[in-house]
């Protein structure tokens, strides 16, 4: 008795793997650039304005808020390097 022949599967199934991939990633990056977006507006519009809010109270009652300035950080820089170089 001879044993039937099997049709073997043709490559036609795999065309919807390619584009299952493809759409993948493409979510992929929607989900990410997303949350990226949606957790960075959270942050702008609602810490970073707090925050200010902060600073505001501090300037109207004449003490110094706790965030850096940069411009009189790199100024007091120069001034230590400047000092230090005048020593040596």
Do not use: C
């Not at 942050?43 to 902060?54: A, E, L, N």
């Not at 300037?59 to 411009?71: I, L, M, T, Y």
């Amino acid at each position: 008795t001879a044993k039937p022949i099997v049709n073997m599967p043709t490559a036609t199934p795999l065309k919807p793997i390619v584009g299952q991939l493809k759409r993948r990633v493409i979510r992929d990056l929607v989900i990410g650039l997303g949350a990226g977006w949606g957790v960075a507006t959270v942050y702008w519009h609602y810490f970073d304005k707090r925050m200010q809010r902060v600073d505001d109270y501090y300037a109207k009652h004449g003490r110094a808020s706790e965030r850096v300035d940069v411009e009189a950080f790199n100024a007091m820089q120069a001034r230590l390097t400047e000092n230090k170089e005048e020593e040596d």
